[in-house]
């Protein structure tokens, strides 16, 4: 399926809809096109509530759908990649996408299934056996979380990763493992499995805050004259998580999101041949150096789950695929389908298209509001209240001369409405108006916790800071680690103080909405209960047009 010496390739795998997306009424939105190509099937609302379908199409060097078991995938994608290992070549294989899309899946297998670390395994073995007898193979297994290694097949040690003078990347203290047979190789894997870390939280999920590496080392001798990774990555959604609930959540995502984004410029800068490469933008990409340099294959497996409910993550998994590898020219073919030409829907942009749903569709959460239009859409009024006349004295009204009465009390008066769209209820914008008040109050709330927290997560970052200056002024300290965590420091940081002031401003934005529509509502009731009055209190009204 994919073309076997490119030096990258990237591959979308697509898991199927499991029980539970079903029976939640899930749908797979995920059209596989062709043998390299994806359509996502986005459903969205109009400002009018119409409901329609995006299409967003990518292309990458191979699509595979929910059919294909992990022995084809393998046999397709990675299979080539192991042979090269023999011929002297550094092979990285990277799952990539959201929790819950399928990496453990398409790395480990499952019960009976084997996945590609067996599969891989049996070949090795097998090559080795059948051509290569003096090779021999060393395991390590180790991951980083929080932007710390932690040696997998040694207690969960912390590993230093340390720059020689050569500027090669080495890691200290990092257990190496000889496996003579396959089903030891499984074993050590196994063991290094169980201790991925589970957090301070003791959820299992924290697994996928972790990036996974396993290196399969071909030695020779002392010399290793090929090696194989595996690179599980953290779950694509929590380099997002820098909303965390405190501090030390918001440095792990920002960590995960610099680690994935500094990959993913590393295997740009491999694909587009540049001369430099930014190793340094990560702990992950720093120790992934050597994979990076020389003669080496890279293969990217980006996972997604196929439903509607994980669209915007599968999405986000997608976009980041494509940036990975930029298709040469002629590569990267749009194809738009019939139907959506049949109908002559308008293009939005190179791979996005737009249709109108007839059908109606289910589980289209609504859009979120923007939060200044769409919340001076909310002003409102108090509740008229028909016996309070204090208005009448409070404004000056300027009624014209006319006694004519209007037919609707709730309608201003002529002049007042002629330049500006109807009038809404009172009714309704009184009820309006309550709403807007217990946004006030929740706003209010929130602001108030949002700045304690923001003292306590001050708090954890000065100490956080100190003992990184107390880190780096230790004699032969990682430097590098020094300048990255600061930078992360300081940009949540950033991020909190931008996150605050924002909230600081819709809430007095909100005020002083507030304040000035309650000032026309009160004119308005005014002047309606002035028309009211003039049913019964002629000479009241004789009075004003005096
Ligand atoms: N190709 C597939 N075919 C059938 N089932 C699959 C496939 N891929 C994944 N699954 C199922 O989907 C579920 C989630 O997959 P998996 O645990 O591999 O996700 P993950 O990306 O590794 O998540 P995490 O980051 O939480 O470890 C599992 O129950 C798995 O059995």
Known sequence: MVEKDQKIQVIVRKRPLNSKEISKGDQDILLNTSSNTLVVREQKLKVDLTKFIEEHHFTFDGVYSEEITNQELYNSAIQPIVQASFQG???TCFAYGQTGSGKTFTMMGEDSIPGLYLLAANDLFYYRDQ????????VSFYEIYCGKLHDLLNDRNQLFAREDAKQTVNIVGLQNKSADTVEALMKIISTGMEFRTTGQTGANDDSSRSHAILEINLKQGKKVVGKMSFIDLAGSERGADVSGADFK???DGAEINKSLLALKECIRALDQEKRHTPFRGSKLTQVLKDSFLGNCRTVMIANVSPGLLSCEHTLNTLRYADRVKELKKGEKGIKVDKLVNALMLPRQNANVVRYNVEEPEEVVPPPKPMKSEEDSSRLLFKKPNKDDN???????LTISGSKTTPQNPYIAPQKAVEKKAPQPNLEDLSEKHEQLIGMILAEEEDLINSHRKMIDEMVDMIKHQMGLLGEVDKPGSDVDNYVRELDTVLSIKEDMIRGIRDKLRVFNDHLR???????????NKAVMDVFNLDNHDDDLLQDMDD
């Open 390 to 396: 204090k208005f009448k004295s409070k404004i000056g």
């Open 513 to 523: 909405q507030e304040e000035e529509l309650t000032l026309i509502f009160e004119k």
């Open 249 to 251: 959540t918001r440095m």
């Open 89 to 91: 070549a550094k092979v």
């Open 131 to 138: 051509y290569f007898r003096n090779i021999k193979f060393t």
